[in-house]
């Protein structure tokens, strides 16, 4: 099936916490931008979601991370989308960079969340 593949490098305004720590919800609002895209490639139309039954955090996100985001259809039943999206941590800032803009890209990207969306089709 078909598959949508975003990235997107956090920033300070993506900061909420102390310790510098990106809200949880930035993810599973990249990762539904991610399905709604496939959507309206797919489809011509992003739908509506309508569930959402199953959202995993991970990992902890920084500002200056990269991150991508993939988003696959696993099944279409009775007008109703099934999609799985997953987030990745691909490439962080080192502890003390060189330079503003330095970054280490991460030999295994690592799983920050994953979720399991339904959206239903247009009529």
């Known amino acids: 099936m078909s598959e ?10 993506d900061a909420w916490y102390g310790g ?5 919800a930035k993810a599973v609002n990249m990762m ?5 895209r496939l959507m309206a490639k797919e489809y011509g139309n992003i739908g509506r979601c309508i569930a959402v039954p ?10 200056g991370d990269f991150t991508e985001y993939h988003a696959r259809i696993l099944e279409e039943e009775d007008g109703k989308v099934t999609i799985e999206t997953r987030c990745f941590k691909i ?3 080192p502890e003390n960079p060189p330079f ?3 970054v280490d890209i991460l030999e295994e990207p690592g799983l920050i969340a ?4 339904i959206f239903e089709l247009p009529k």
């Open 4 to 13: 949508m593949i975003m990235r997107y490098r956090m920033g300070e305004r």
């Open 20 to 24: 510098r720590v990106v809200n949880g």
């Open 32 to 36: 539904s931008d991610c399905a709604s």
């Open 54 to 63: 199953k959202t995993r955090l991970f990992l902890a996100v920084y500002p």
């Open 91 to 93: 490439a962080t800032v």
């Open 100 to 102: 503003e803009s330095s």
């Open 114 to 117: 994953a979720s399991i969306m």
